[in-house]
């Protein structure tokens, strides 16, 4: 069945950088609008970033642009989330989900989605 598999989470320092990669398998990727996002405890999810099929949109929470950069390779069959100068406050698990060619703008919006990941842990420490 479909797999996505989120890794490069960990424990870093407040204004330092992490990379989340989700690689996809058993999945036309190209066909797939990726998105990632984030649960804190005792929060909801929220929507972080989302790449269209082709790579060639993004979209992202305004509270996050500039800080945070989504980005895909196709012919890896992943996604990727470049995080800089985190904060505590982005402590969460962070997921990644696939939506047969959804807008991008759209995703974030959407409850349900076709493919979700396990999550990965990131933690900030102050």
């Known amino acids: 069945q479909v797999q996505l598999v989120e890794s490069g989470g960990g424990l870093v320092q407040a204004g330092g950088s992490l990379r989340l990669s989700c690689a996809a398998s058993?999945?036309?990727?190209?066909?797939?609008?990726m998105g990632w996002f984030r649960q804190a405890p005792g929060k909801e999810r929220e929507f972080v970033a989302a790449?269209?099929?082709?790579?060639?949109?993004?979209y992202y929470t305004e509270s996050l642009k500039g800080r945070f950069t989504i980005s895909r390779d196709n012919a890896e069959n992943t996604v990727y989330l470049q995080m800089n100068s985190l904060k505590p406050e982005d402590t969460a698990v962070y997921y990644c989900?696939?939506?047969?060619?959804?807008?991008?703008?759209?995703?974030?919006?959407?409850?349900?989605?076709?493919?979700w990941g396990q999550g990965t842990q990131v933690t900030v420490s102050s």
């Open positions: 790449t269209s099929w082709s790579g060639g949109i993004t």
């Open positions: 058993r999945l036309p990727f190209s066909s797939y609008t």
């Open positions: 989900a696939a939506d047969y060619r959804a807008p991008a703008h759209v995703m974030g919006a959407r409850i349900e989605h076709d493919y």
